[in-house]
């Protein structure tokens, strides 16, 4: 059974993935260079968009429950290289500072309103960690130096884009369905598709589905932020199933 990482382990991820995507940003030969996994983005705009949102997300944070993320006056990127470094530490201990002052269980404004994931602060940090290494990735790749996301940050990978990203109380427009996934590291999930919405849940073993996806944890989440194509994952069953999931996009 998927056991999900502690706050404290949210804030160390964060922090270590934050530092591997500064040792990207300075072993670059230009920031003006296009990253393959998102081509409208240069590295330049790549960091700008960790250190600004970092800020932001660290703002919200200090705000408590809102109706809104915040909108604070955000530090603008210096153009030196060694001082975008330093500001891209700085943006990343304001959140941590916000997080660890905050705690996991404060309100907060999410953004997700309709999924499985809770309106707190420690769900904030559970998706920063993701959002911090998948972008580690875009950096390392554009670097020519791509690393594999770590076990433990792979795996709750898996369970908090199900749960925040794909669950939902929107219609599913097909016939109900139930897809699973299993990753190599020993485990399992399913999402339930009906006229009720996609209800995401985790298993203790396989179960009955209608398209069954294998993967590596870290595999399985390059997927599911299109990082890599589908043809890394074993599939076994109706693959209508997935083919629909990525293509509906709930109201």
């Not at 006229?195 to 595999?219: F, K």
Request: hydrophobic content about 45%; charged content about 20%.
């Amino acid at each position: 059974m998927h056991n999900a990482l502690g706050f404290s382990d949210l804030l160390r991820l964060i922090d270590e993935r934050s530092a591997a995507f500064r040792a990207a940003i300075a072993a670059a030969p230009s920031l003006d260079v296009q990253v393959p996994t998102c081509p409208e983005w240069t590295l330049a705009d790549l960091a700008w968009h960790i250190g600004e949102r970092r800020q932001v997300w660290a703002a919200t944070v200090a705000a408590g429950p809102a109706d809104a993320r915040a909108t604070p006056d955000v530090v603008p990127m210096p153009e030196d290289r060694d001082a975008v470094v330093a500001w891209l530490a700085d943006s990343t201990r304001a959140l941590l500072d916000a997080l660890a002052e905050a705690g996991p269980d404060r309100g907060c404004w999410v953004g997700w309103t309709k999924s499985q994931s809770p309106a707190t602060c420690g769900a904030v940090a559970r998706h920063q960690v993701q959002e911090i290494a998948v972008h580690t990735y875009d950096a390392q790749l554009t670097v020519g130096a791509p690393q594999p996301l770590p076990e433990e940050v792979a795996v709750d990978g898996v369970d908090e884009f199900l749960f925040t990203c794909n669950a939902t109380t929107e219609p599913w427009p097909y016939e109900p369905a139930v897809l699973e996934y299993h990753v190599t590291e020993g485990l399992f999930w399913a999402l339930h598709f009906s006229s009720e919405g996609a209800r995401a849940e985790r298993l203790t073993a396989p179960g009955e589905a209608d398209m069954v996806a294998t993967a590596s944890a870290g595999d399985l989440v390059l997927t599911m932020y299109d990082r890599v194509g589908l043809d890394v994952l074993e599939i076994r069953g109706d693959a209508r199933v997935l083919d629909r999931l990525v293509e509906w996009i709930p109201g």
